[in-house]
């Protein structure tokens, strides 16, 4: 932008220039009279009021020697005595042993390579081609005849029916205008005299009699009853488990061997010859087959997910029935469990827990009846 400007800046000079040379007895305007200048008028300095620079300063007050600061005596601190340092004693130096070099064992001698001997070169024979057998002449093709061209027939219209003449509508006949009957006024709306209407008369107002208060009976004082302290806790007595009896070996009968397969022929084919069934092992005779489970006494769900539910209930035999966390914890677990089953599977876990069944079975009952399950009456854990 600084270029551009002066670039039109030096056009507008030499714009300029070139009309003063081309008309050099051209009259220049007069330039415009100016007034002649007066001389400036003087005013009167104002002289303002200087403030004063400075506040006065308060007397200083009398000086008062401080007093000499006593520096208590240097005492020389006691310096160790210096403990000359023993002497280092260096190891004896001990020569390196000379390096002694294997001998040089010379290098073989340089077996030249025998020379390659290449087969000889045996020529190809030559190519022979298949003798070149000369086209079959090329025969014309018949000249296309197509059928002679049938002009079409005139195409016949028929005859121009002349349009009917157009017949005019009848003018449109309106009924005569009949003038609107004049409007009479209605008569003035005579409305009753206003009669006043008597004066409300209230009865005197009775003021009503004071609010008599029974005298306040004091309460009687509380009486808590005497603290009975909790009885020690007995411990339990140890739980002893019958010794486990080991199962006895399962005795397999013994396996036996497929049959060796049957050569096919070459030509034949034998009819296959079916597989023996596997036979399955038997238990041994001597022990009896276990019994059938009974209906309804397994737990359908895996008895694990109640065992945080079991623990909270041994928990509840020390501070008795009617914790809110047992229901937190045991009736998310039973929900979808019907009642006879919800019943069978706190015996499962409480029996894999090895608790004591007999205290912990009325307390399990009592928390299905919260967790809104009816058990059945006199239910019992199964053997």
Do not use: R, W
């Not at 551009?4 to 050099?24: K, M, T, Y």
């Not at 001698?109 to 045996?122: C, Q």
């Not at 000249?143 to 005859?159: E, F, G, L, S, W």
């Not at 005579?190 to 209230?202: A, E, R």
């Amino acid at each position: 932008m600084g270029k551009l400007a002066q670039v039109l800046i030096l056009l507008l000079n030499l714009g300029s220039l070139l009309v003063s040379l081309a008309c050099p007895y051209c009259p220049y305007p007069t330039p415009p009279h100016k007034p002649p200048k007066l001389p400036p008028k003087h005013h009167p300095p104002k002289i303002k009021p200087s403030p004063p620079l400075y506040p006065p300063k308060p007397p200083i007050p009398p000086h008062v020697p401080k007093p000499p600061v006593v520096k208590p005596p240097i005492i020389p601190k006691p310096h160790p005595p210096v403990i000359p340092k023993p002497p280092i004693v260096h190891p004896p130096v001990i020569p390196k042993p000379p390096i002694v070099y294997p001998p040089v064992v010379p290098k073989p001698p340089i077996v030249p390579k025998p020379p390659i001997v290449y087969p000889p070169i045996v020529p190809k024979p030559p190519i022979v081609y298949p003798p070149v057998v000369p086209k079959p002449p090329v025969i014309p093709k018949p000249p296309i005849v197509y059928p002679p061209v049938v002009p079409k027939p005139p195409i016949v219209y028929p005859p121009v029916v002349p349009t009917p003449p157009v017949i005019p509508k009848p003018p449109i006949v309106y009924p005569p205008v009949v003038p609107k009957p004049p409007v009479v006024p209605k008569p003035p709306i005579v409305y009753p005299p206003i009669v006043p209407k008597p004066p409300i008369v209230y009865p005197p107002v009775v003021p009503k009699p004071p609010i008599v208060y029974p005298p306040v009976v004091p309460k009687p004082p509380i009486v808590y009853p005497p603290v009975v302290p909790t009885p020690p806790v007995v411990p339990k007595p140890p739980i002893v488990y019958p010794p486990v009896v080991p199962k006895p070996p399962i005795v397999y009968p013994p396996v036996t061997p497929k049959p060796p397969s049957v050569p096919y022929p070459p030509v034949v084919t034998p009819p296959t010859v079916p597989k023996p069934p596997p036979k399955t092992p038997y238990p041994p005779k001597g022990t009896p087959c276990p019994p059938p489970p009974k209906p309804h006494e397994t737990c359908p769900i895996d008895a694990l997910k109640l065992g945080a539910c079991v623990d909270v209930l041994g928990g509840l035999v020390h501070i008795g029935i009617g914790s809110s966390s047992t229901k937190d914890v045991c009736c998310p677990v039973l929900k979808g469990l019907v009642d006879l089953d919800a019943a069978l599977c706190l015996c499962t876990t409480i029996k894999a827990k090895l608790l004591n069944i007999n205290i912990l079975l009325p307390i399990a009952l009592e928390v299905l009846v919260d967790c809104g399950k009816t058990p059945p009456s006199g239910f019992q854990c199964p053997a």
